[in-house]
């Protein structure tokens, strides 16, 4: 089931003196954020991203979204109220969005709401609204319901914990809690139980389960833009009672911020365009069963992008090798839990990263990692280097391991688990496409020299105990595993430049999901 959005008529004039981002050849949808660690947690998850700056100075990044037909828009525009009226009015006239969410972290009101848990507001109050008589504070707040076409989207995705598949960081012990009850809002930092302002929200806005500083300017600027389709999501940082600084110490701000952009994402990726959306902005709309499910092409295996092309993978005559991260098998990494592992090899081959240069790369590796959101600012990593290779590691607890490495060769790689309950893991289908996206995303970023073009190696090891399934049956009761080797690797074949791979990527983690469902499903033709 989707949730279907129309588009609104474009009302770009010849004066403006936006990017061309602003004209996409998809439907877009805008995330506008207050702090840093809010907007890259966001950020962590699109892809292709592209700078704009409107001509009073606004900037903003916009990419795809995996998996989605979306564009998506993300600003980082400050604390306050007063920033998010003015910068939300100038967005929203700038670009067009189709829906505009604000997403970020709050402090929690209600001891059943615990710290990592997400609140949809589904309605916002402007609490410092009132009158200040001579004994006491008489409240006349502003009030603003949440678009009620995403806060129906937001209860259908968000009602189970398939969710929090798309949290980009260390998972909590506990799935968090998602919450669609109202929010207060003002220039206040709350950070006690037992004040004046904690007795005034307990007393006239005993329903609000959060507070934070910015949705009321947010949502009075979406109100006044008359049909603006507009929500408020965030996770719980603090519980605004004394005890902030405590919170922040432990990493709840990142992780709060996490948990609001894996929901956000989550409902992003329930929207449907609506095909009777005006012709200056009428994009292919997306049936139900075409948005967020990965695609069989039609076109020889090969998935077009947005203008209609596909990537121009390129037979290869010589045989490229690979260094898996099966033990014994030419590589230096080692196996724990089913894992999803991606290699990019340059093409051509023989050009080596210097030993000295090769050293240096691990911190690099962690910084790029974290920013990325593929490390959490949190967790320990483990460093290794050597005169071959340099590979940065999350610590292997028996639930598998994420990392990053360079070879000297000019490889660079990448693995993460794949999910799984008491049964074993889970490929899902629907899923894998938007892993690679990531993957892929990730390994371009990487500080190296771009080679001319790339082969890419995809594979899952180890894959004996991998059912194909959906997420969503997590946990689950039966599970079927065919027989196949320790490792299920697709040898790349084909080659592709690398401006192909940075303006395809969705395309090319599409037809990489593809090869790699084929061979699972084909156990023989693993290796």
Known sequence: MKCDLRLPPSALTDSDKESALIQPTSPRVVVLTALPLEYEAVRVHLTNLESAEHEAGTRI?????PGTPWRVAIAEIGEGNTNAAALTERINSWLQPAALLFVGVAGGLKDDVELGDVVVATKIY?????KQDPAQFLSRPNTWEASHRLEQAARHALRSDEWTSHIRSQRPPRPPAVHLKPIASGDVVLNSADSALSAQLHHAYNDA???????AGFARAAHLADQLQALTIRGISDKADGLKHTADAGGSQPQAAAHAAAAAITVITALAPSASASASNAYPAASSAEVGTARTPHNGGRQPTADGSSPQWEPMSDTVEVSWRRT?????????????????VPIPSGSRIEVRKLAQLGDQLIRTGREDGFFTLSELLDTAADDQHTLVTTPDSGQGTTGLAVLRTGQRSAWQPLPHDDMGAVLDPVELPQQIARLLALLVRLPLPDPLSVALGIGIDPATMVSEDTMSRLPRSTAQFPMRHHLLGVHPDESLT???????SDSVAEELAARLLASFRTPRRSF
Do not use: D, R
């Open 61 to 65: 990044e916009e990419g795809s979204l």
């Open 126 to 130: 402007a609490y410092q609204s009132g």
């Open 209 to 215: 389960v959060a507070i934070e500083m910015e949705s």
């Open 328 to 344: 014994g098998h030419n590589s230096p990494f080692s196996t724990s839990a089913a894992s999803l592992e991606i290699h990019l």
């Open 498 to 504: 690398m401006k192909e791979l940075n303006a395809k």
